[in-house]
């Protein structure tokens, strides 16, 4: 008769509940936004509860329809309600980072990136100069939007959200940029190059990080007949030009044309001139159009966002902005998570399997944490006979 196999250190680890996952990002988040207490609700629980909608993509009403542990969620969203947007705003950063601080290292270089992305917007929108929606060219049947300029690390293996603040009617780009600056030198990092968007392409922008010292790469608007005409033939080239010539504050620029020829991509052929506006990096226009399409990794991130994030169809920007908050402080212990464990043994560089853990994975894992509060309800929980 075959004797009872024991069951390994290992798998008595698994079988016992773990929440270090949801714990995280618990004391990541708690002490640095308040949610006032009820008479009968423990804040706690609200928090906690956002973190599970989150996992699974789903929003407060929908979660608490099949899982018990939660008040309803019209209590629930009254709570929310009362988030104090300037102490998200102040803390934002300071959470961001802790999810993330085991991936980055003081004194090191880093490229990074700034840009903005949208959610859109429906309902009746204000005119008065702060308000939360902001305009802009139509998408998603709309043409009002919440948006929220952020700054990511882009390194291959770690995209980190350090950086983001819901933007106002009124704000300036360039006082975003500052922002930005200052939390790299509070961080102690250093900036290896800084990728921005075209939206960023100003004359005021380029003069400040010039003496600042800060490398740069921003494509290029072609626009005015000077420009076009440098632009043209078949060979790529970098050349001097001077933005806002003629005017009291002209800047001079480098610009770098990568000149691509299409060979058919896309049932599509000719050449494309890529020009670029590049400060502090002495490469080639190929290499510089390399180096700018790591830029895109901050793209992944707002897609990677709208997948860890609770649904919802509030007009409240405080309950917006926390729910992104909530998306990118995932992202982030998720990139900290393969940082650590994911990485292959080796000698040199540090290389991560990216296939080993994916978000969705890390999701499903956060969902599994979140029934120790949160059990899903059976059919006899919700059947009336």
Known sequence: MASKSKKSPETKRNCEKNTENVDEIYRIVYPNITIL??????????????????????????????HTGLPSHTTSLKFLHRLNM????????????NAGKDVIRKGQKYAFAIDKTQDPYYGKHDDEPDTYTVGGKTKDSTNH?????????IDQGRHLTLFSIPWRKGMKNLEAIQQCI??????????????????????????YLQETHIPHIVPAKKSGKPLKAMLKGRSSKTFNYTLNKGSKNPVDLVITDCVVYLKGKNEKHGIVHHAFVVFGISSSPRNIREIYRHRFAIESTYRLRNTTRPKTSTKDPKIRFFYALISFIIQNLWVSHKWKRCAKKQQGPKVIEEERLQLAHFAMIIQSESTNWFVLKGIDDIAIT
């Not at 939007?145 to 690390?153: E, K, N």
């Open 182 to 207: 200052e939390l790299i030198d509070q961080l102690g990092l250093k900036i290896r190059c800084l990728c921005l968007d075209r939206e960023f392409y100003d004359g005021e922008i380029f003069q």
């Open 145 to 153: 939007f919440f948006t929220y300029l952020t700054m990511s690390i």
């Open 86 to 97: 300037e102490e998200m705003v102040q803390n934002a950063s300071r959470m961001l980072v």
């Open 37 to 66: 207490p009820g008479k009968r609700t423990d804040p706690q629980v609200i928090l906690k509860g956002c973190i599970a909608a989150a996992s699974c993509n789903a929003s407060i009403s929908g979660y608490t329809k099949v």
